[in-house]
């Protein structure tokens, strides 16, 4: 069966220093992969997509890889903060584009 | 800022009560998702939607309904509320390779 698994426990570092969250996936074939910050009761938002011909992507002090070798990405946050403190959700959509699915997630506390 | 829109906010309803959660865009996206999500607990897929009079099933089976008679506008349906439907309740839209903007979600609590 289909599966997208991410850190299972919550990760927690030191300000300033880089975080790494990883998303592993089985049975996709996804075109194009997406990660989302989601804070306590609150819908998730968009931070990053990266297609699946793509090797890394960038945004300010994010940074996305996606190696479909080995059916992983990584996602870093540079100089952390604590206000990155969420659960960040990698997201999955398949080659039709039809349905958009989630991992269950990484909590992510930056300790000042 | 996005514009998509759920209502209600919060709702708090009796079993076997009919319900009905408003979900609308204005971004005239053609992709529209509902995912249910407990507290602290990963989202999953219920219904989507990809264009008018198209709905499909997602990976999680849900006893509610969906329609998509606008391309605005994507409401959810309880014929009858149980206990165990009690959750929130998160409506998404995207266009077709992008990225997907939510809604502020509903806290469904049925008694």
């Known amino acids: 069966s289909q599966k997208i698994e991410q850190n299972s426990e919550a990760l927690n570092i030191q300000e300033g220093k880089t975080a790494t969250l990883t998303c592993n996936y089985t049975?996709?074939?996804?075109?194009?992969l997406q990660w989302y910050r989601q804070d306590p009761g609150r819908g998730p938002v968009f931070l990053l997509l990266?297609?699946?011909?793509?090797k890394e992507k960038r945004k300010e002090r994010l940074k996305v890889t996606f190696d479909t070798t080995l059916k992983q990405s990584l996602f870093h946050i540079t100089a952390s903060q604590p206000a990155d403190s969420a659960t960040y959700l990698c997201?999955?959509?398949?080659?039709?584009?039809?349905?958009?699915?989630f991992g269950s997630g990484t909590q992510l506390t930056v300790l000042p | 800022e996005a514009d998509i829109y759920q209502t209600p906010r919060y709702l708090v309803i009796g079993t076997g009560k009919k319900i009905t959660l408003e979900c609308s865009q204005t971004?005239?996206?053609?992709?529209m998702y509902w995912y249910q999500q407990d507290p602290g607990m990963e989202l999953h897929l219920i219904h989507y939607?990809?264009?008018?009079?198209?709905?499909e099933k997602g990976d999680l089976s849900s006893e509610s309904t969906v329609s998509r008679i606008r391309t605005e506008h994507f409401p959810l349906t309880l014929e009858s509320a149980r206990p165990s439907h009690t959750s929130q309740y998160l409506c998404?839209?995207?266009?077709?390779?992008?990225?997907?903007?939510f809604g502020q979600g509903t806290r469904l609590t049925v008694v």
């Open positions: 049975n996709y074939s996804p075109a194009y």
């Open positions: 971004m005239g996206h053609d992709k």
């Open positions: 990266i297609r699946e011909n793509e």
């Open positions: 939607s990809y264009g008018v009079n198209s709905t």
């Open positions: 997201a999955l959509l398949s080659g039709s584009a039809r349905q958009l699915t």
């Open positions: 998404a839209s995207s266009e077709f390779t992008t990225e997907a903007f």
